[in-house]
Nanobody, 121 residues
Framework: QVQLVESGGGLVQVGGSVGLSCRGT????????MGWYRQKAGEEREWIAS???????RYPHFLQGRVTISRDNDRNAVYLQIHSAEVEDTAFYYC???????????????WGRGTQVTVSS
């Protein structure tokens, strides 16, 4: 069974940095794109970063320069660094991955359960 498990997050002061990790476990043959999303209270989930297997990162324009995504293919892991944190970054953060479980399978989307980031002033 495949799972994505996030860690990190917690409470951070405005202007500080916070790091998130997400690791895939279980029967994983290959992982294509990995990404991070967040959901603020009362709002829709929004995309904040993606990274391809070779390491090409993409970000939405409104977060350019304030977040950095990276991955470790050997560990089936993806990471997110939030820099110069703002109160508006307070949200539940989720990782997502496009995973192939066996060579004869097809890619499927998996989500982690999320981790809370709270930015206080």
């Amino acid at each position: 069974q495949v799972q994505l498990v996030e860690s990190g997050g917690g409470l951070v002061q405005v202007g500080g940095s916070v790091g998130l990790s997400c690791r895939g476990t279980g029967d994983i043959f290959n992982i294509r794109e990995m990404g991070w999303y967040r959901q603020k209270a009362g709002e829709e989930r929004e995309w904040i970063a993606s990274i391809s297997k070779p390491g090409v990162a993409r970000y939405p324009h409104f977060l350019q320069g304030r977040v950095t995504i990276s991955r470790d293919n050997d560990r089936n892991a993806v990471y997110l660094q939030i820099h110069s944190a703002e109160v508006e970054d307070t949200a539940f953060y989720y990782c997502r991955a496009s995973i192939l479980r066996t060579a004869s399978d097809s890619y499927k989307e998996f989500w982690g359960r999320g981790t809370q980031v709270t930015v206080s002033s």
